[in-house]
């Protein structure tokens, strides 16, 4: 990385927040260059372990965004995504992470002001807080070790 | 199946906190089924574990792994090699899974998990406990309802004087619980047997129940030695 | 039927209805040319925030129709297009087409945006249509941003050049793709269709022309669809509710209904919308600022629709909106802070004053007037309002034969039923060109797809997209950083990665480098995935063996401000393209063979049309019902013709096979390949089908009080409709039957002794003095509004006044819903002298009786007196209540009911005839209530959804869908309990296993599985860690080893194992 901006890693659903995103760029909104998108098809996919593996891997910030409550396109995957990010969120304190390192959104696809917004304020928020401790992980997941 | 819960996460860092390299084992068992320790957990607390010791500045190397069924020896040998050159194992099975762990190695066995009680999946993320594997069984008497596992008391001849006029039992440690004389009493009367309730249960012999010492059971027939 | 030649169909109308039925055709073997009049597709709805009942994003629904319709090998679009003449007749035709220039060639144009830039204009000067004047554009545009084609349109009315010919014309320069041609000229060409479907949709009513609401003159008045445009995120204000005049947020906002509606003076038929749109409008206004008091003022509140009810309770309750019913008579403008001054007569009578900061007209859907000079050159006729005349029986066959209509060109309506209408022309067409389906679409070949072998071979191809990408990103030095990485034998940087002439030229590197993934870094892949996944396939590789970077949208698009950072970025996310495209892997597509047949379930007019609709498109069809006779819904004396032709056409149709006093034991398997064991007196038989259309319909309710059953002068409309004379057929008034048909034998018996009764009575006999009670039974428990029973009275206390002009006939309901047309035999009736009285849902009316005389007391809502009426007859309107057997066909089918036993269809705006499992389809009054040309639409529809299945022989299943591994499943259920499509099911291993032909591929159940046995394609864990792994990671860190493998490996499932 080459700037001290927080990096942030937004994780979002094809059909809406990822369409949210798209139209910021359409509309030329800025936000900061440290957020990054990862698209899944559904929040529905996203698995908690992506959640912990964003911080280890060396984010700042992890935003989860999926469709409007009862507009997921999968029916209730964004419903499921919403339980999951709640858990994790009470699982950093303890971990010694601010929770307010992560958070779940719901956007439409058309809310490209909104996921700018999102980006900015997320930015700014964990702008905020005291750097996260630690070095790059020194250990890697099993595949190494064995 | 066996339920389990995962220690609080706080606990199990105090557990790794002499260890610089630990292997997660999980099971894919009972304890993959009620989400404490399969696969899926041993990615998640192993994540957890390396960035509270990361946020520490204390990292850890951390090897994840599950196998089918920590209670038999021959799933775990193939991790054999693994298991020491690791300084200690963090098992997610249960109790057993962790016993039978350290009956094989001379390693730390540490468990990740608390282990609860038999019981059904009442639905999707919700256990109970509807056996407690007492060694002297009397379903067949109770409507197929056990008053050892479900009557806060263990009473045999229910129901007492803690039912609530709405059926509920006076202890409720989990909210509200039906009374398990109560559901006796009424499923007894579906399957018109209420005659049953009638039956005075002479006094348990609890020498079959974890009481009498640690239990064992042998088939003679399928041993293999001769 | 030498006649029939042509298998391709002219679609007139670019909104949500020519869309649907374009889809519909395409896909289900039919070439289609779209023809939209304006620059891009999407109608009206692309310029709606939010739908009711549901407040569903609009856009998030359409804009993936129109890029599918945009995409479709079989669908041409045809913009700034306008029909001259067509000339043949059905199956023959010739149709001429005037097409406007655009001034813009879409095949180069990359809506990059740049000549609107460079436009003479600095700022945009002229209002946009889109935004219905709220915002502005430019004489170089681009509609919108989710537009189809996206592509920029000159307008000639306002651009210099074509006023003056005095402009520098810097757009032209300003475009790197040569795409703008100011030399492009109008063209006539003809097309040869088989059919036509029109679907001009509507206008909304000119808001100007009622002149005492000020619109046009006051700045703080605004129409519905303009509100609508405040409303949107991507609209003139960014989704903020600001007034025009002062751009300051509003307070008091009073939304007046009926403008131009129900209105002598204007348009005298209701708009069926408005007051839903209005009471949605409202709800979203007060959750963008919840500062916002909204008041609406209307007449009726005409809450119809399935959970419309519903949403109203919520806007008052939750959102503390204010109903008042009042007619507005005048809007007056306070000069000095620009407010409005609101006059109305509150509900107590007495004249009111108040104060609004913004006025928002809910004006009504006219009659489109390009929709009239259409009806003209093809020459099909209108009705005396100005929309397409249909008959009753087929409500999407205009005057001409082989010219379908749909929409709300044929009366107002709403989005699902204009997407009904737009099934059921399409499946009108399909019936009619079945002989020469699949004539005119082809099949593109591939190349047989290559066994990847060894190690990744990954290509990068970095798009400059012209600057659009390269005058922020250095491109250049994010290709040369593409080749340092792991597995990237080739990386480049391109022009435009999407032109023709690159993707031969990837083809070629691809075959040239033995290339086994391709990663394009450019634009979002919502748009142009696909075309890159067909180049490779084209190459022989795996569709699946390819990963895009969005460098564009989500990079220097958004970070234009700082081109280093961006430049950074875009190799971060190259890195993680790259890394996650090493750990791709080649999906199988698998094809299944459809049983080409079709079980209907329920043989009442729905489903008779919907099996006749298929068996005419060429389907051979199970028609099942439960009792002994088929039609026996259909008991009204107006459409007993239609129940004769329908019974004769089902009897002697070769491709039908009736089942009476026959019920469904068993329905298992999925899409395309369903097996049923039907169940008879004659015994059991066992058919294959591909789909199911579950067509039950809905039947009167059983009243209870109001002396129903004690006194035979208390009947119910239905009743009273047998025991009138027949009539000549009313036409399009047809109101439904909704009878008690099949499965509870008690009540209709019960009917039956009523009706005779009261038929013993004769005309003469029902008596002078009448009283009619609507919604009578509707509480708590049955708190939906049926539709059909408002006009159900119209319609026969207007039949009883002409058997006898003298008659007394008092009408006593809550809201009269005499929507759309319906609105005319409404003021017929109280021409004709018919009182209406309304009551409070609080205070229902009271029947008893004195001395063998009946006695009605009702407390008049608006007099706030209770007034007692001595009639001779009293007709109840209990209400309709969907068919009980839907509980059983619910458990059978695995197919959700609502809480009042009414089916729930897969989407309610723009799946209203599909279940959410594949395969399986609905219509009839099990759906929702409906009149008769209503259920027929919707029979039709089903049908013609069905046939799409049908029509295809085989079935894709595969790509990304999850997956089971049967070493780790430990058979825990989480998945078959959590999965929202029902694909999941224990194998005869005991193991879970993914039905492919259901499987979404939403991925839930790969995110919850505990053993992480499962896995979705395209998302593997491996790769979403290793895109997660490789994004931040630093420079030095030594990059992980790459082990060559051969594919396809196996992925998760190894790790750890010892």
Same mark, same amino acid.
């Not at chain 2, 690791?86 to 540490?110: T, Y």
């Not at chain 3, 099909?380 to 082989?402: C, D, Q, W, Y």
């Given at each position: ?146 | ?35 404490? =320790?399969?696969?899926? +957990? #041993? ?7 390396? /960035? ?6 204390? $990292? @850890? ?63 999707? =993320?919700?256990?109970? +406990? #509807? ?7 009397? /379903? ?6 056990? $008053? @050892? ?63 009498? =010492?640690?239990?064992?059971? #042998? ?8 | ?1058």
């Amino acid at each position: 990385m080459t700037n001290d901006e927080p990096k942030i890693v937004a994780f979002c659903c094809h059909y809406c927040a990822f369409a949210a995103a798209d139209l910021a760029g359409v509309l030329r909104l800025k936000y900061p260059p440290n957020v990054h998108i990862i698209r899944l098809p559904c929040t529905g996919k996203l698995d908690a372990l992506y959640l912990l593996k964003a911080f280890e891997a060396g984010a700042d910030g992890v935003i989860v965004a999926g469709c409007l409550e009862g507009s997921c396109h999968f029916i209730s995957g964004n419903l499921r995504a919403k339980k999951r990010v709640l858990v994790v969120k009470s699982l950093l304190p303890r971990l010694g992470i601010e929770p307010e390192r992560l958070e779940f959104f719901n956007l439409s696809s058309a809310q490209g002001d909104r996921f700018a917004q999102i980006a900015r304020e997320m930015t700014e928020r964990i702008k905020s807080l005291s750097p996260m401790r630690g070095e790059e992980s020194e250990s890697k997941s099993g595949v190494d070790a064995l | 199946m066996i339920v389990a819960d995962q220690k609080p996460i706080e606990e199990i860092l105090q557990m790794l906190e002499p260890y610089r390299k630990v292997l997660f084992l999980g099971c894919q068992s009972c304890v993959a089924v009620c989400m404490a =320790g399969g696969e899926k +957990e #041993v990615g998640l607390l192993a994540a957890a574990v390396r /960035l509270a010791r990361k946020q520490q500045g204390r $990292p @850890i190397e951390i090897t994840e792994g599950a196998v089918k069924r920590q209670c038999d020896d021959e799933f775990n040998e193939p991790w054999a090699q693994t298991i020491q050159q690791h300084e200690a194992v963090l098992s997610l099975a249960c109790g057993v899974g962790v016993n039978k762990l350290s009956e094989r190695f001379d390693v730390p066995i540490l468990p990740a998990l608390n282990t609860r009680f038999f019981g059904e999946v009442e639905r999707q =993320g919700v256990w109970a +406990e #509807v056996c407690a594997g007492c060694g002297n069984c009397i /379903l067949h008497l109770t409507g197929g309802i056990c $008053p @050892i596992a479900r009557c806060a008391k263990n009473l045999l001849n229910g129901p007492c004087g803690g039912v609530r006029a709405d059926g509920t039992c006076e202890v409720s440690r989990n909210g509200p619980r039906p009374c398990a004389w109560v559901m006796i009493y009424e499923r007894l009367g579906k399957l018109s047997q209420r005659q049953n309730i009638e039956n005075i249960f002479a006094a348990k012999d609890w020498s079959s129940d974890r009481h009498g =010492g640690p239990r064992k059971r #042998v088939r003679e027939d399928m041993l293999l030695e001769t | 039927m030498s006649e029939i030649k042509h298998g391709s169909v002219a679609v007139v109308g670019g909104g949500i209805g020519g869309i649907q039925a374009a889809l519909d055709l395409a896909d289900s073997g039919f070439y289609v040319y779209l023809i939209e009049e304006g620059p891009a597709i999407g109608g009206r709805m692309a310029q709606l925030d939010k739908t009711f009942p549901t407040n569903d994003c609009a856009m998030c629904m359409l804009s993936p129709k129109l890029v599918e319709v945009g995409r479709h090998p079989n669908v041409q679009i045809i913009t700034l297009a306008s029909v001259e003449s067509l000339e043949g007749r059905p199956g023959n035709f010739q149709m001429t087409i005037r097409q406007r220039p655009r001034y813009v060639d879409i095949t180069r144009c990359i809506a990059c945006g740049r000549c609107i830039a460079s436009c003479v204009y600095q700022d945009t000067k002229f209002p946009s249509e889109f935004e219905v004047g709220l915002g502005k554009r430019k004489p170089v545009y681009i509609p919108f941003p989710q537009a189809v084609p996206l592509a920029a349109v000159v307008d000639p009315q306002t651009c210099i050049f074509f006023k003056s010919g005095r402009c520098p014309q810097n757009c032209l320069k300003a475009c790197e793709r040569g795409a703008l041609d100011f030399t492009q000229t109008e063209k006539l060409f003809m097309l040869e269709v088989g059919a036509v479907i029109v679907a001009p949709g509507f206008d909304p009513y000119d808001a100007r022309r009622v002149g005492e609401y000020g619109f046009g003159r006051y700045a703080n008045v605004l129409t519905g669809p303009q509100f609508e445009r405040l409303l949107s995120a991507s609209g003139p204000t960014s989704g903020k509710v600001l007034r025009p005049s002062d751009g300051k947020a509003p307070k008091k906002i009073a939304f007046i209904q009926c403008v131009g509606s129900r209105d002598l003076r204007h348009q005298r038929y209701c708009s069926a919308v408005c007051c839903m749109y209005t009471t949605k409008e409202a709800i979203v206004a007060k959750e963008h600022d919840h500062q916002i008091e909204p008041t609406i003022f209307y007449i009726d509140l005409r809450a119809y629709g399935k959970g419309f009810e519903n949403l109203v309770k919520r806007a008052r309750a939750e959102h503390g909106v204010r109903y008042i019913r009042s007619m507005v008579s005048q809007v007056t403008e306070i000069p000095e802070t620009k407010n409005l001054l609101i006059r109305y007569r509150d509900e107590s009578g007495s004249l009111q004053e108040e104060e609004f900061d913004l006025v928002v007209l809910a004006v009504g859907m006219g009659p489109s007037a390009k929709g009239q000079e259409l009806a003209r050159r093809l020459g099909i006729e209108l009705n005396e309002h100005g929309f397409a005349k249909t008959s009753a029986f087929n409500p999407v066959m205009s005057t001409r034969e082989g010219v379908f209509v749909t929409g709300a060109f044929t009366g107002p309506k709403d989005i699902p039923e204009t997407v009904v209408q737009a099934s059921a022309a399409a499946a009108a067409v399909e019936a009619l060109l079945a002989p020469v389906r699949g004539t005119r679409t082809h099949a593109k070949d591939y190349p047989e797809e290559l066994v990847p072998d060894g190690t990744p071979r990954i290509g990068v191809f970095v798009c400059h997209c012209g600057s659009n990408i390269a005058g922020v990103v250095d491109v250049k030095s994010v290709a040369e950083y593409a080749k340092t990485l792991p597995g990237v034998v080739h990386a480049e940087n391109v022009l435009y990665t999407c032109s023709q002439d690159n993707l031969k030229h990837m083809k070629e590197v691809i075959r040239e480098k033995r290339l086994n993934r391709v990663v394009v870094a450019s634009c979002t892949p919502r748009n142009l995935a696909a075309l890159f996944q067909d180049t490779i396939r084209e190459a022989g590789l795996n569709k699946f063996l390819f990963e895009m970077v969005n460098i564009r949208e989500q990079c220097s698009w958004v970070h234009s401000d700082q081109p280093e950072q961006a430049t950074e970025k875009a190799k971060r996310l190259v890195r993680m393209g790259v890394a996650k495209a090493r750990e791709l892997k080649p999906l199988s597509v698998q094809s299944v063979r459809v049983s080409p047949a079709a079980l209907v379930l329920g043989g009442g007019l729905s489903g008779m049309i919907a099996a006749l609709t298929l068996g005419d498109s060429g389907f051979e069809t199970h028609l099942v019902e439960r009792s002994a006779e088929l039609g026996s819904d259909l008991e009204s004396a107006d459409v007993q013709g239609l129940k004769a032709k329908l019974l004769d056409a089902v009897r002697v149709h070769p491709k039908l096979r009736v089942h009476t006093n026959t019920t469904v034991r068993e329905i298992s398997g999925f899409v395309g390949n369903f097996s049923s064991v039907l169940r008879s007196p004659q015994g059991e038989e066992r058919i294959q089908h591909g789909v199911v259309i579950v067509a039950t319909e809905a039947y009167e309710h059983k009243p209870s009080g109001y002396l129903y059953g004690e006194d035979a002068r208390v009947l119910t409309q239905r009743a009273l409709e047998k025991a009138l004379t027949p009539q000549a057929s009313p036409g399009l008034f047809t109101v439904p039957p909704a009878a008690a048909r099949c499965t509870v034998q008690a009540e209709p018996a019960e009917d039956e002794a009523h009706a005779p009764r009261a038929q013993g009575r004769g005309e003469g006999q029902l008596g002078k003095t009448i009283v009619m009670i609507q919604c009578v039974g509707r509480t708590e428990r049955r708190p939906y509004c049926s539709r059909i029973c408002c006009a159900e009275a119209l319609k026969n206390a207007l039949t009883l006044l002409e058997q006898d002009p003298d008659r007394q006939i008092y009408v006593l309901y809550r809201e009269m819903i005499s929507y759309g047309f319906f609105e005319d035999l409404y003021r017929r009736a109280r021409d004709g002298g018919v009182v209406f009285i309304r009551y409070d849902e609080q205070s229902p009316p009271v029947v008893c009786k004195e001395n063998d005389q009946l006695l009605v007391t009702v407390r008049d809502a608006h007099l706030r007196q209770e007034l007692v009426i001595k009639p001779d007859l009293v007709v109840l309107s209990p209400g309709v209540v969907p068919d009980p057997y839907n509980e059983e066909l619910s458990r059978l089918l695995k197919v959700p009911l609502d809480s009042h036993g009414f089916f729930v269809e897969a989407h309610i705006k723009l799946r209203p005839v599909d279940f959410a499992s594949h395969g399986i389809f609905l219509c009839g009054g099990s759906h929702a209530p409906g009149t008769v040309p209503e259920l027929i639409a919707k029979a039709q529809a089903a049908a013609g959804r069905a046939a799409i299945v049908l029509s295809r022989g085989q079935l894709e299943a595969g790509g990304i869908i999850a997956s089971v591994d049967p070493e780790k499943c430990t058979a825990c259920l989480t998945c078959l309990r959590e999965c929202p499509f029902g694909a999941v099911f224990i194998n005869e291993q005991g193991l879970a296993e993914i039905e492919a032909v259901k499987c979404q591929g939403c991925g839930i159940c790969a995110a919850d599985c505990p053993a992480k046995a499962i896995q979705l394609g395209q998302f593997e864990d491996a790769q979403e860690l290793a895109m997660l792994e490789e994004l931040f990671r630093p420079e030095q860190v030594a990059l992980k080893a790459l082990t060559p493998s051969p594919l396809p490996r196996r992925g998760e499932g190894e790790r750890g194992r010892g």
